[in-house]
């Protein structure tokens, strides 16, 4: 198990200098600002329906990040002494170690399960990971950090952390209008799964993307695309 303070990360990218930010597992110093990027997220994806997050919400968050931080599995972007951009990934075996993801914390809390199950959502909020998958929970960044590549940089530690974990794919759900889509695609995420919204008049489209990211998981989508079972 990895701790902060026994491992250096090195940026295995080489882009940490270019853009002057620092990208390394959470610290407990870093666990207020994280919870609040977090859930300014929630909140604007989900906050027009079902309401907007309050002060348990955010305590119950701090907990969970807490419990994050000896897997090592939440990293944090910083420029200069403020968190900008945030990666929380989930495995197997960091569900069996920590519980419930970011988002299904966020809505149990508010009481919006139900809310959540009738609109056709669960899916994304219950999202278990095969043995073999990392799953991006949360991926958020300031919105002046946007634009410049940082997400992307965001996207490449993340895939650095679950290579090192040994797994063989990155997966992410996403509405079909989030702006940064296409970078997920750039980056060779693929959609495996599709859902809509229920009670609404103009459905909401979810996307669930899959990305491989080591040479097996290269070799298995080649197998498939030639048709190879």
Known sequence: MMKNNSIQYPDPFGDDDFFDINCGPATKGDLSQIAFLALGLLNKVFGYKFGQADQA?????????????RLDSTWAMHEDETVIGVIDLLTSETLKLNGLSIPRVVVTKMGLTEKIREAGLLPLLVHEPEPDEAHQSIVALLPGSRGEGRGTLLLMHGAFWSRAQGKNWMTVWLPSDDPGLPIYERRGYRIVQELETHGEETPRKWLLLKRPISPMAYKELRMKEKGIS
């Open 57 to 69: 919400t955010y305590e119950e968050v701090h907990v969970v990040l807490q419990n994050r931080l």
